[in-house]
């Protein structure tokens, strides 16, 4: 999902807490735009392809581009269950044609390589309280699922094509730096939150500040669905993109996908529908179990006294002697 989450396998994430990263069903972050929280678990790698119908026209500056892109995304997790290497490449093919220049465009449009490391789960050595006397109760929303869990993202953008896909005339670097800060939120009826707000291309031209907030629902063990919001804001484009979706369970390594985006103006006009797959090689996965820690029971003082007592003697106690 971007669907990104699968928001019933997500659910796997916090209701099962007593793992590690790793679930029993892949956890994609396609076809949305927005990265999860939780990492795949150590020595799992995983595949995110799709490939993507363009559309783009402006119309101050009268131009139409048309054509199709293909996103690839590695990941792969490794050193500890919480920390995750993401390599995404972004291919475009397409036919540019304004007043002045008709060009067929095609390359790398991007290349991201960043790491993800998980700081924080509310729902580590978390144990639901039981309540004996209420099935109700015992299968209520928990409100401790509400506390986000946090993950941070730090990476580089390899800018190989930077001139010929952009909307701007202006020189851009070859490496640009991209930090991202991720919350997740498991809520009530099966669904999921996550937020992200990064900056991107840090030090160039096209410095840019966003956000990516994708709700996810989960309707059965297969389908799932979400809608997301993404804005983004440089010196020389801001624009905010809609995106709906679902995806589909084909088996506990396999997804498939497809979503459409639609921005919200004219200068310039977006839209894309695309079709995807993600699939998760984790033969070589140990299981991780973390155990809550042990309570301390409370010791029956009154009664441990009492014993106590009997058997305690003072050392200047006299013997009594029978008669």
């Known amino acids: 999902m971007k669907l990104k989450l699968l928001a019933i396998f997500s659910c796997s994430l916090w209701f099962l807490?007593?793992?590690?990263?790793?679930?029993?069903?892949?956890?994609?972050?396609?076809?949305?735009?927005?990265?999860?929280?939780?990492?795949?678990?150590?020595t799992v790698f995983q595949l995110e392809s799709g490939i993507n119908y363009l559309d783009e026209s402006h119309?101050?500056?009268?131009?139409?581009?048309?054509?199709?892109?293909?996103?690839?995304?590695?990941?792969?997790?490794?050193?500890?269950?919480?920390?995750?290497?993401?390599?995404?490449?972004?291919?475009?093919?397409?036919c540019y044609d304004s007043e002045l220049l008709s060009q067929h465009r095609k390359g790398i449009k991007t290349t991201t390589i960043g790491f993800k490391y998980l700081f924080y789960d509310p729902m580590k050595n978390y144990d639901k309280p039981t309540n004996v006397y209420s099935w109700k109760a015992n299968h209520q929303y928990d409100w401790h699922y509400i506390i986000p869990s946090l993950a941070g993202y730090v990476g580089f953008n390899l800018n190989s094509n930077k001139e010929l896909f952009s909307r701007t005339t202006e020189t851009i670097g070859t490496f640009g730096p991209k930090a991202m800060l991720i919350t997740q939120n498991i809520l009530p009826k099966s669904c999921v939150l996550i937020t992200n707000v990064f900056m991107d291309q840090y030090g160039t031209s096209m410095q840019s500040l966003g956000y990516v907030v994708t709700l996810t629902k989960g309707f059965n063990d297969q389908w799932t669905g979400f809608i997301e919001n993404k804005g983004i804001k440089n010196d020389y484009y801001s624009d905010g993109i809609f995106t709906a979706g679902a995806a589909y369970l084909v088996s506990s390594s396999l997804q498939l996908d497809a979503s459409v985006s639609r921005?919200?103006?004219d200068?310039?006009?977006?839209?894309?529908?695309?079709?995807?797959?993600?699939?998760?090689?984790?033969?070589?996965?140990?299981?991780?179990?973390?155990?809550?820690?042990?309570?301390?029971?409370?010791?029956?003082?009154?009664?441990?006294?009492?014993?106590?007592?009997?058997?305690?003697?003072?050392?200047?106690?006299?013997?009594?002697?029978?008669?």
Request: glycine share 6%.
């Open 17 to 42: 807490n007593s793992f590690a990263q790793y679930t029993d069903d892949i956890n994609s972050n396609r076809p949305g735009n927005s990265m999860s929280a939780f990492s795949l678990g150590k």
């Open 59 to 94: 119309n101050l500056l009268d131009y139409k581009a048309k054509g199709y892109g293909v996103d690839l995304t590695a990941r792969y997790g490794f050193y500890r269950e919480q920390f995750e290497a993401v390599i995404n490449l972004n291919y475009q093919n397409d």
């Open 263 to 265: 921005n919200y103006k």
């Open 267 to 323: 200068t310039p006009k977006l839209l894309y529908a695309g079709l995807g797959a993600s699939w998760r090689f984790d033969d070589n996965y140990n299981e991780v179990l973390y155990r809550s820690p042990k309570k301390e029971k409370k010791k029956d003082k009154s009664k441990k006294s009492k014993e106590k007592e009997k058997t305690k003697k003072r050392l200047d106690e006299v013997p009594s002697v029978k008669p």
